[in-house]
């Protein structure tokens, strides 16, 4: 696709609900990173990818969370039995490692905006 | 990843007026980049420095890479209405990215 793609845009969920987050990264991006914005603060790095390998999941916040990616494209984040804190919102970004001169350049997509209540 | 030290943490511009903010780290980076955020979307990259010392202008937008590599500032001149957002430092080692905790321009009334 033309840009990072994440669904969902919105999602509420109960407390101790299980939640899954899509990104479609920018086709032909081989590094892909999850992100997590709480209100009013900044990025707050959860994992990265290259390929279907996770090198770093040292952000991610317990064993609550988890991601995998398919095919060297699409990624899921998975929040098991979710808690209040959350509550945030999931940016996913994609970076082109195979092209020197856009090499770190990383796009992020727009966002899934995550309330638990 | 680490947070940066971004500041200031908020502005209040009036148009016309110039804007600077900048973030400094206890870390080396290889790369400083420089994201801008409006509500209800992802930070958009404005401005990438590679080399220390590098000064890089993108329209009314001027950056620099401090010579230290632990610091860099942004400038934005002649403010307009569509300035206004949150404004995201970034630097980068190798694969990964570690953000300051951003800096909020809104329009003085």
């Known amino acids: 696709g033309a840009g990072v793609s994440q669904s969902p845009s919105n999602k509420v969920t109960e407390k101790g609900k299980d939640v899954e987050l899509r990104c479609d990264p920018i086709?032909?991006?081989?590094?892909l990173y999850w992100y997590r914005q709480s209100l009013g603060q900044g990025l707050e790095f959860l994992i990265y990818?290259?390929?279907?390998?996770?090198?770093?999941k040292s952000g991610l916040p317990s064993d609550r969370f988890s991601a995998e990616r398919t095919g060297g494209s699409v990624s899921t984040l998975t929040i098991q039995r979710t808690q209040q804190e959350d509550s945030a919102v999931y940016l996913c970004?994609?970076?082109?490692?195979?092209?020197?001169?856009?090499?770190?350049?990383?796009?992020f997509g727009e966002g899934s905006w995550l309330t638990v209540v | 990843g680490q947070q940066l030290n971004q500041s200031p943490q908020s502005m209040f511009i009036q148009e016309g007026e110039d804007v600077s903010m900048n973030c400094t780290s206890s870390?080396?980076?290889?790369?400083w980049l420089w994201y801008k955020q409006d509500p209800g979307e992802g930070p958009v990259l404005l401005i990438a420095?590679?080399?220390?010392?590098e000064l890089t202008s993108n329209g009314r937008l001027t950056a620099q890479f401090g010579i230290t590599r632990k610091d860099s500032f942004l400038n934005i001149s002649a403010s307009i209405p569509s300035d206004v957002g949150i404004y995201f430092c970034?630097?980068?080692?190798?694969?990964?990215?570690?953000f300051g905790a951003g800096t909020t321009v809104t329009v003085r009334a």
């Open positions: 086709s032909g991006h081989t590094a």
């Open positions: 970004a994609s970076r082109d490692t195979s092209d020197p001169g856009s090499g770190n350049t990383i796009y």
């Open positions: 870390s080396i980076f290889n790369t």
């Open positions: 420095l590679y080399k220390a010392g």
């Open positions: 990818f290259q390929g279907n390998s996770a090198p770093d």
């Open positions: 970034a630097g980068q080692r190798d694969y990964k990215l570690s």
